[in-house]
């Protein structure tokens, strides 16, 4: 699949980072006071750094892919390049062409990164999705983004659901492919392989780029339908602080993020960044059941150096038995999706020597806050903010708080028409949501404009910023306000605490009170006594006014494919029993 360019001696060629940005920070006062990205008007990723380290380096080697079927694969920059022109040109013969959506739902399948790219390529509007859609969810993100193509994996529960979806998507989709023959679908493997023809680089108007659209993500939130936030091809390059200045890799790199291709953060760490800064990534193709051991068992045998998993994944793993891995070629670790559990990160530390450097960023951004490569990281605290986006917590008029002060995560705005890399174009087909979104504080001309995240955080005096909750998971009893986090990371302490969530249930005194969704460790028993006991462990812990007045004993918790915790289906859950 290689072509026949001779790669360049190391000596002799430039970098593809060092083309977009300098590196040589001293600090992250340095990085943030002089971090700057130079980029084309028609920048785009798939030519400007696939292509060009396929012919610039063709022998480098991109993905180590292996699923828990005992298979492997291994690809080179130059197998990408091959591989993508191969998609791109079978999307070609299926009529789709730049600006069209097409919507791709690949688990952790190796032709993802041969399907994006392509997307990449040819222009067209690439939304990942998760395995996990009902046929609800599917005609809703089709009528929504006026998706052209579906492509899937050969599950029976997705292609299930794409055939019941069929009939409300007649005159929308065009096609319905599968990576294998399956009925109904077209076999996408067999089109692919069917392509002889050589792919040639738009030119023109026909050539995407710059702030033309990329790709789309539907953002779940809390209430109300999913909102499909838009980026353009800039987003990739906002991408190089994250994988760069916080997950710090380089070329010599093995990294691997835990993270399905339907959820943003798959591009975070398994794409854009690290191939940029050339790294190899790496990707387990597990089934639906995560199981700690097997990851930790791929850690020691493929060498991976640097690693990024949400919180829940680094709690799987202390509780596992860790002296049962040497985890020696580890040499990074990071972590975003929820608040890290101070008790996780020492546990941590103390087996692996690593301090977990924690991020934060949303679907419509890429990481805003972070414990960057210079940084001693506080645990518990997400970091301080990144260049691009220059977010702090401000007040409802704008202002920015004092040290101490809460207040919500927001993102200046000086230009909306061209907002900072890595901020979202728009809601697509969404203006509403977009203007209650990205707006001026007040209706007086020259307001400041802003991108309001909906997150509450502080700020210490050092400049860290400490997550509180989403505005709609702050708990509000009494008067006072109780972040689900701190309760959470103060229950895990208590040694009969495997998992939990905090959630609000209503209650007529004081407005809400603190419920407890905990999973307890195999050693323990449910019972009155033991909520007594963790009840106190709380008080003691953490303020008294906090400890959770409900108690619910679980055997799992609502969470995402990448392990988030799904509150809101635990406040749905109990709002159906109050009626």
Not at 392 to 418: H, K, Q, S, T, W
Not at 493 to 506: F, G, Q, W
Request: net charge negative.
């Amino acid at each position: 699949m290689c072509p026949t360019t001779v790669e360049a001696p190391a000596a002799e060629r430039t970098p593809v980072l060092h083309k977009f940005i300098r590196t040589d920070f001293t600090s992250h006062e340095d990085f943030f006071a002089n971090y700057e990205i130079h980029a084309a008007a028609d920048y785009n990723f798939a030519y400007d750094v696939v292509d060009t380290l396929a012919a610039e380096t063709p022998e480098k080697e991109a993905m180590v892919w292996c699923n828990d079927q005992g298979e492997e694969h291994r690809f080179t920059f130059a197998d990408i390049k091959a591989g993508s022109d191969r998609y791109a040109l079978a999307l070609q013969a299926l009529g789709i062409r730049k600006g069209d959506s097409v919507m791709c739902m690949l688990k952790r399948r190796y032709e993802f990164w041969f399907f994006i790219i392509a997307c990449h390529k040819i222009g067209a509007v690439i939304i990942p999705a998760t395995h996990m859609l009902t046929k609800k969810d599917i005609v809703y993100r089709v009528q929504k983004a006026d998706v052209r193509l579906i492509i899937s994996v050969n599950d029976p529960y997705v292609l299930n659901c794409c055939r019941e979806a069929m009939p409300e998507c007649a005159g929308t989709v065009g096609h319905y492919c599968c990576l294998e023959p399956a009925e109904g679908f077209e076999d996408w493997g067999a089109l692919a392989a069917a392509q002889t023809g050589t792919w040639t680089k738009p030119t023109g108007a026909a050539l995407s780029g710059g702030r033309d659209p990329l790709l789309a993500y539907f953002s779940s939130g809390t209430t109300g339908h999913p909102k499909m936030a838009l980026h353009d091809h800039y987003y990739t390059l906002a991408h190089i602080a994250t994988a760069k200045f916080w997950h710090g890799v380089d070329e010599t790199d093995l990294h691997l993020t835990v993270a399905d291709t339907g959820w943003g953060k798959a591009v975070w760490g398994k794409l854009y960044g690290e191939w940029i800064c050339e790294a190899t990534v790496f990707t387990y193709d597990y089934g639906t059941k995560f199981q700690p051991s097997d990851l930790l068992t791929l850690i020691d045998k493929y060498g991976i150096t640097s690693f990024c998993a949400p919180p829940t994944i680094y709690r799987f793993f202390i509780k596992a038995d860790l002296s049962k891995h040497s985890l020696k070629s580890l040499k990074k670790s990071t972590t975003a999706g929820e608040p890290l559990n101070p008790e996780v990160y020492n546990r941590w530390l103390e087996y692996t020597g690593l301090k977990v450097r924690e991020g934060f960023g949303q679907t419509e951004t890429v990481l805003t806050i972070a414990n960057t490569v210079w940084m001693d990281p506080k645990p518990g605290s997400m970091g301080k903010p990144m260049p691009i986006s220059r977010i702090d917590v401000y007040d409802p008029d704008g202002r920015l708080c004092d040290a101490g002060e809460e207040g919500e995560l927001m993102i200046p705005i000086p230009n909306p028409a061209d907002k900072p890399y890595g901020v979202f174009e728009q809601y697509f087909h969404d203006q509403e949501r977009t203007d209650e979104t990205v707006c001026p504080i007040s209706e007086e001309a020259g307001s400041p404009v802003f991108y309001h995240s909906g997150d509450t955080a502080w700020r210490d005096e050092d400049g860290y910023i400490w997550f509180k909750g989403r505005n709609d998971d702050i708990i509000k009893s009494s008067g006072y306000r109780i972040g689900p986090f701190e309760v959470e990371s103060a229950l895990i302490e208590h040694p009969a605490v495997r998992e939990s969530a905090i959630t609000a249930v209503p209650d007529p005194v004081r407005g809400q009170i603190v419920k407890a969704s905990i999973i307890l460790d195999p050693a323990y028993t449910p019972s009155e006594e033991l909520k007594k006991e963790l009840q106190e462990h709380v008080k003691r812990v953490t303020a008294p006014y906090k400890y959770p007045r409900i108690i619910d004993f679980v055997t799992e918790l609502p969470l995402t494919i990448n392990g988030k915790i799904r509150r809101s289906e635990i406040k749905k859950k109990d709002m159906e029993k109050l009626g």
